[in-house]
């Protein structure tokens, strides 16, 4: 509570002329628009105090001069540093470039804290001390060391010096807020080169920055440029080595065509030429681009390579090239077809890939030993499944993927100390793993991520310390578990994601956000297998854990398209469970999403899909607090967008078990509201949709539905295994 002097009993409040409010109302109507009021209502009370009039009235002429609440801490400050000598007020910008910054929408000014130690002379300390003094500034210990600190931002709006100063070096207070923030992002990314400064006017800019005295940059922000610096160099001399490389090509090309009386020596000068151009291609410069992401700057290499090459495309390759050039060759096609993928030129992309193949098929057999050339044949055969993958063409995936996985079984039986030889194998048997999964051969799939797991362990065992490794244990252990799940083998699957949880609960991992999707994953995955076996509390608790978690990871990546969809879903699984108010600012994005959504007739198949789940979220939560007329009608939209999407989807068993989840929800919901012939027809609706999955398929989320649609037919003869399995796994609510 602020506290006038005891002679304060005795004030009188004067009355505005203009509006006929006294002074005390006006006092109360500003600091209720205003959200720093209450602490800066003290300087106003004070000013007001001292300024009164004879007969002990407050005025309100002198808050008008004042410039209301905010005006009147600009004056304090003015009094704060009056008695100060020149050269300390003269200390005054420095002290500013230490507390003043942007936020991250670099338009709105803030404060931040400074450290003590970073005063460099006793006219500093003197000015920050008589703000102190003041209580201007605050002082206080942030992580065990001295700091002072803007006790109210109004300061920066209402004090000339500052707004004046503010206004002065605002293009340099934008620059040092953005390297501030993006210094701090490319350590959240393990110094990664792709979120370095570009070069050019961002990397200018923060360079002249570290020039200016006037601002001072910490070591993070100091390394950030030395690094971008570097980068920048090394691609200027890429570029220029690049260039030189084609110039010699061209020229090489135009003495060849001019002296056709040395023939023969010209062609191999220019074979000498192709291999170094595709060596430094397909090697260092390629690495290179995939580093900073710019994939496309290789693909039009590629093409000069390839026009470069069409000379030698006939039978008489192996006369002008060597066996490294015509690697060579076949990775450069190789790499066109994983840029014409990542683009979603799939036609492009499986012709170059076919090329590739073509070219290097033949030097398998003249180095059947070769890792290099069987690593490549491996990826080859793995893109080509891909895009048959995609198509959901299952068929056609499996010659591709067990193709993989024989020149994978190769590199280990040659190499099985190495660890791009492990490597591969175990992401080959993953392929096959997921390819099980969709065939729904759930004991396969079990056995193949079982092996990828093992493998990656091991690697894992030679480099503790590798992330990388560690996010591909975590993806074969969530593989298996959802294998396992799917086999009805519940309780194994809640024991890997503890397992999954317990690796990834560490404090440095905090730092990766993919490990952080893949936790929140883990954590939203057990939370839903936990609430089949009725024990809400913890899958509330797992629940809650897995929007922590996600969230993380999207302060630190929010433009991430992985993180932002588990993000949605995992605030769904709140959502269903009852805590969709767990986050009020999520709730109010979510919402805002799904709007968007609503009104976008062009909205894609995800974004639908989205909808309907958060359709069913809500019919859930409704089903549980008995309000059966909103569950109802929220299992009914649901129910129209998955059939929508399904006449539109090739394969019948997208989305089937939220699908399924659907018409349970309506059929309760009908059956509680006494409308028992639609609710029976909804049962068979149910029985009809799951018949031709529970045979194979034993996932809680397929069976529950399908036995609780039995016994709303009042079949008592079938289901009885599938109640043994559930049974098992502590699944016993199977009642409507």
């Not at 709140?574 to 767990?582: E, K, Q, R, T, V």
Request: aromatic residues 8%.
């Amino acid at each position: 509570m602020i506290r006038l002097p005891a002679v304060a009993a005795n004030l009188t409040w004067e009355i505005d002329s203009d509006t006929a409010m006294p002074l005390d109302e006006m006092l109360c109507s500003d600091a209720a628009s205003n959200p720093d009021a209450l602490p800066m209502l003290q300087y106003t009370l004070q000013a007001l105090y001292l300024q009164r009039s004879d007969d002990d009235k407050l005025l309100v002429s002198v808050y008008r001069t004042l410039g209301g609440i905010e005006g009147a801490i600009g004056k304090n400050a003015e009094q704060a540093i009056s008695h100060l000598t020149e050269a300390e007020k003269a200390s005054l910008p420095r002290i500013l470039s230490l507390l003043v910054t942007l936020r991250e929408d670099e338009k709105s000014i803030t404060s931040r804290t400074a450290r003590w130690s970073q005063l460099q002379s006793t006219a500093e300390t003197a000015l920050v001390q008589a703000m102190v003094d003041s209580r201007l500034f605050v002082s206080h210990l942030q992580n065990g060391e001295p700091c002072f600190s803007i006790a109210h931002e109004a300061l920066l709006r209402r004090w000339p010096r500052a707004t004046a100063w503010i206004s002065e070096h605002s293009d340099s207070l934008s620059i040092k807020s953005r390297l501030q923030h993006l210094s701090q992002r490319w350590l959240s990314e393990a110094k990664h080169s792709a979120y370095l400064l570009a070069e050019g006017k961002p990397l200018k800019e923060a360079q002249s920055l570290r020039q200016n005295p006037l601002f001072d940059l910490d070591e993070r922000e100091t390394d950030f440029i030395a690094a971008s610096s570097k980068r920048a160099t090394m691609l200027r001399w890429t570029r220029r080595i690049t260039v030189a490389l084609l110039c010699v090509l061209t020229l090489t090309s135009v003495i060849m065509s001019v002296r056709s009386i040395e023939a023969e020596k010209l062609a191999q000068q220019k074979r000498l030429a192709a291999e170094d151009l595709l060596g430094f291609m397909v090697g260092d410069f390629a690495d290179k681009m995939r580093g900073i992401g710019r994939m496309d700057l290789l693909d039009g290499i590629s093409n000069k390579a390839l026009e470069y090459f069409t000379d030698f495309s006939s039978q008489d390759d192996e006369k002008y090239l060597s066996f490294d050039a015509r690697f060579q060759h076949g990775q450069t096609l190789e790499a066109m077809g994983e840029v014409a993928y990542s683009r979603n030129k799939i036609d492009e992309a499986r012709s170059a890939l076919l090329a590739a193949q073509e070219k290097m098929l033949p030097l398998l057999e003249l180095q059947p030993d070769n890792l290099a050339l069987l690593k490549t044949l491996g990826a080859n055969a793995f893109w080509l499944g891909q895009i048959e993958y995609d198509d959901r063409k299952w068929e056609s995936v499996e010659p591709f993927f067990e193709l993989y996985l024989q020149y994978s079984q190769k590199m280990y039986s040659l190499a099985p100390d190495d660890k791009d030889a492990l490597m591969e194998l175990s992401y080959a048997y993953n392929s096959l793993g997921s390819l099980s999964m969709q065939r729904q051969q759930f004991v396969e799939a079990k056995n193949g991520f079982q092996e990828s797991l093992t493998l990656k362990l091991s690697a894992l065992e030679t480099d503790p310390s590798n992330t990388q490794l560690l996010s591909d244990v975590v993806n074969a252990r969530s593989w298996l578990a959802s294998s396992l799940t799917s086999l009805g083998e519940v309780t194994s699957a809640i024991n890997i994601h503890e397992k999954i949880q317990t690796e990834l609960s560490n404090e440095k991992l905090e730092q990766q956000p993919y490990l952080l999707e893949r936790l929140s994953s883990s954590y939203q995955l057990s939370s839903t297998l936990i609430n089949y076996k009725n024990d809400t509390e913890l899958a509330v608790e797992k629940a809650k854990l897995s929007f922590l978690t996600i969230k993380k990871a999207s302060d630190k990546d929010s433009e991430n398209r992985i993180i932002k969809m588990q993000k949605n879903y995992s605030y769904l699984n709140l959502i269903s469970l009852g805590y969709g108010d767990f986050n009020q600012d999520e709730k109010l994005k979510f919402e805002r999403l799904i709007e968007q959504i609503k009104i976008n007739k062009t909205a894609s198949k995800k974004d639908k899909e989205l909808l309907a789940k958060y359709y069913l979220a809500l019919a859930k939560h409704m089903d549980k607090i008995k309000n059966y007329k909103d569950s109802l009608d929220f299992s009914k939209k649901s129910k129209a967008i998955f059939i929508s999407l399904q006449e539109d989807s090739t394969n019948s068993q997208d989305n089937i078990i939220p699908f399924s989840e659907s018409l349970l929800i309506e059929a309760s919901s009908l059956k509680n509201l006494n409308e028992n012939d639609n609710y029976i027809e909804v049962c068979k609706d149910i029985k009809s949709l799951l018949a031709p999955f529970v045979s194979k398929n034993k996932s809680p989320g397929i069976t529950i539905p399908y036995i609780k649609s039995l016994k709303c037919l009042n079949d008592k003869n079938t289901g009885i295994e599938l109640i043994e399995i559930l049974t098992k796994s502590k699944i016993n609510n199977l009642e409507f």
